[in-house]
């Protein structure tokens, strides 16, 4: 060994580092330090370790006279003499071969054993992790293109690993990288972070997001979690549990604001080949440990208050991975990153995908990005045969990692069997703007080479691979143009998972959120099944609840959870703007096709004007089923904390119907006033209207929803096709309702609202709202600018 000619500094504790100091130890290392130092007083935690130096970096470089050896092989390369593999190769063994000088192997060593004395291990298994001094800028994440190795022990592994990290600044995907973005291979220095390996192996680890990765959503934090270390789950090699927390409530310890808990596969986990260090190895998870999350709510809960701490010392999104020690238990972030995607997107312009005409549902998995795109598959299960790739194709493989990148870049979609929305796949596909359908188990199984499909990531979370080329539309939106108006324009929602998407709209919230669609979706089976269990007569029906409440002792809470966190995605879009939420309004028919639900069911002739809405929420037969809606909503506002939802009751017929419903619901938590608790009325029926005045003196506000009302007062089914051109909501005879409704409401102090399709269709029946003096208007998110543009030239005149 040589000591370098110049005194230089060779390693920095992380303690004494801070976020600027990337020109000296590169980004990742840089970040680290910086949470080291300013966010553990806060109670991040974060395991203790060192960096070595850029100058210690360049001082290997010339000490083993390499410069030459870098500055030739990359000229040849930029001619087209050698390839980019023989470019790679060449340098990666040059720099593998060298020695390091003897003051910096010293430094290195000593404070190897440093850390150890510091923490107590004799000898430290630790994580080895390269840092490059062009890493997470601002228009350049150079995140993922060195390696990082785990569970090194010893000091000549340690050595070996440090080499290896040096030779990671020249693999072919950072060398193809920096070619891209116009950076000089001798002006990037490699800084090596040691770390001290957190037990995840026996705890679990993940990666999470403070920022909707999907939509950018700004108050969700994002979690992934899987067993083992977490390799796995950076490379998407497993398909995780999924995660979100609205960040706004986090301040509040006495609430627990988990607004998505989702199940992954976990197919596998990462763990030590031995305690000895040097090694780690992939082994197939239980099946006790793929049915069950990885994360308890506290913990859940830990995590996202971490994710805001550090987004808000940092002052931006971040991406960051955690990890869970199986000894002492403890959480630590073990990386953290500014997030390069969502971050960045333009604010003012929205794109939004729909499909119109499609073949047969080939697949699902977790959609990634919301758009639809055509083409013809290319299935390449191993990275050594990508050169097989067709342009333009639609690359379908087991997982990926950044070698994969090269042909990522020139594929119109990507779809993968393994990871989850944090995986490399994932991260890629979104910061490519390339749509990508992850986690679809099957998809190297099911799907062959030169079959033509459609990938649809336009659905919210659930990504749909269809047979053959699907139509679809496109439409560019320009928020900066959305007038603004008097009347209050809301949106109506029933898909939690694309309720995000919308964030960027101007809405003044929620006017109707449908329950329907969490109960049919997520939920599955009839509330009654859920709770009477041992009378379920089929015994196919009986499997499939014990399959969906796998993990629940009390069925009915399953029922309860779902519900308030299917709404909660709802609730947290339009956070603080009120939520109507509709209480359930199936009809006969439509709860009996609830798994379970025909034993529960009457049979009705015509179910439209049965047995639905308020009369069942008190009868005999129904009322435990309400009970659990009232459950649900009462975890929403109280546990979860969206005080913001407002319950609506569909179809009351009657005063003495209001009393009851009134009554049975506080019965079960859910009283009027209590809590700040508002309690509006649908008006879908004359009766309503006739007795608006009495109505408004038991509920706080109305709802008009114009399909019935008008079905009503015409005398016309509107699923007939035959009567079609009779279903009219501008007939004068709706009109007159409309108008009385709203001009008793208001004698009466009450809100009174309209959640419909007719004001975005006719703007003449937006602006006889407006003259009519309506409070709020509700309607779809794909209406929702027609609307405000019609609504604001009406109150022009």
Known sequence: MTKTTDSIRQLIWFEDLRREDVALVGGKNSSLGEMVSQLEPLGIKVPPGYATTADAFRAFITANDLHHVIKDTMAALDAGKITL????????????????????????????????????????????????????????????????????????????????????????????????????????????????????????????????????????????????????????????????????????????????????????????????????????????????????????????????????????????????????????????????????????????????????VLLEGLSVGSAVATGTICLIEDVKDIDKFVDGAVLVTTQTDPDWVPIMKRAKAIITDAGGRTSHAAIVSRELGVPAIVGTGTATHVLHDMQDVTVDCSEGDEGLIYEGFAEYEVEDLDLAKV?????????????????????????????????????????????????????????????????????????????????????????????????????????????????????????????????????????????PGYALECKAIQKLREEMGFENVVIMIPFCRSLDEADRVLEVSARHGLVRGENGLEIYVMCEIPANVILAEQFADRFDGFSIGSNDLTQLTLGVDRDSGALAELFDESNDAVKWMIATVIEKAHKSGSHVGLCGQAPSNNPAFARFLVEAGIDTISVTPDSFIAVKEHVAAAEKG
Request: aromatic letters at 8%.
């Open 85 to 360: 593999a023989d470019a790679g190769k060449k340098v990666r063994a040059a720099i593998i071969a060298g020695e390091f000088p003897e003051d910096t192997a010293q430094a290195i060593v000593a404070a190897y054993h440093e850390l150890g004395k510091r923490t107590g291990h004799e000898l430290a298994s630790v994580a080895v992790r390269s840092s490059a001094t062009a890493e997470d800028l601002p228009d350049a994440s150079f995140a993922g293109q060195q390696e990082t190795y785990l569970n090194v022990v010893g000091e000549k592994a340690l050595l070996e690993t440090c080499r290896k990290c040096f030779a990671s600044l020249f693999t072919d995907r950072a060398i193809s990288y920096r070619n891209v973005q116009g950076f000089d291979h001798l002006d990037v220095a490699l800084s090596i972070g040691v770390q001290l390996m957190v037990r995840s192996d026996i705890g679990g680890s993940g990666v999470m997001f403070s920022i909707d990765t999907e939509t950018g959503f700004p108050n969700a934090v994002l979690i992934n979690a899987a067993w083992g270390l977490g390799e796995n789950v950076v490379q998407g090699a497993v398909t995780p549990d999924e995660y979100q927390v609205f960040k706004p409530f986090l301040d509040n310890e006495k609430l627990t604001p988990i607004i998505e808990k989702k199940l992954g596969a976990k197919e596998k986990k990462m763990i030590y080949a031995g305690l000895e260090g040097g090694d780690t190895k992939n082994v197939p998870t239980s099946k006790a440990e793929k049915e069950a999350l990885v994360l308890s709510d506290p913990e859940i809960v830990e995590l996202a208050r971490y994710a805001k701490t550090i987004e808000e010392h940092y002052k931006c999104p971040m991406d960051m991975e955690w990890a869970r020690d199986g000894v002492d238990g403890g959480i630590y972030i073990v990386q953290a990153r500014p997030e390069t995607v969502q971050s960045r997107a333009e604010v003012g312009a929205m794109r939004r995908f729909s499909v119109t005409g499609h073949g047969k």
């Open 483 to 623: 007038p603004e108006t008097r009347t209050k324009i809301m949106l109506n929602l029933a898909n939690p998972s694309t309720a995000a998407r919308w964030w960027r709209l101007p809405i003044d919230g929620v006017g109707l959120a449908r329950m329907e669609f969490v109960i049919n979706n997520a939920i599955i089976a009839h509330p009654l099944a859920l709770i009477h269990f041992d009378q379920v007569e089929k015994k196919k029906d009986r499997a499939f609840i014990e399959d969906l409440t796998k993990g629940y002792e009390d069925k009915a809470q399953f029922f309860i959870d779902t519900l308030a966190r299917g709404l909660s995605r709802i609730a947290a879009l339009a956070w603080p703007n009120k939520v109507i939420v509709r209480m359930s309004d199936f009809k006969t028919n439509e709860y009996a096709d609830l798994v379970g639900g025909k034993q529960f069911e009457p049979k009705e002739e015509n179910p439209m004007i049965g047995f639905r809405g308020a009369s069942r929420y008190y009868s005999e037969s129904y009322e």
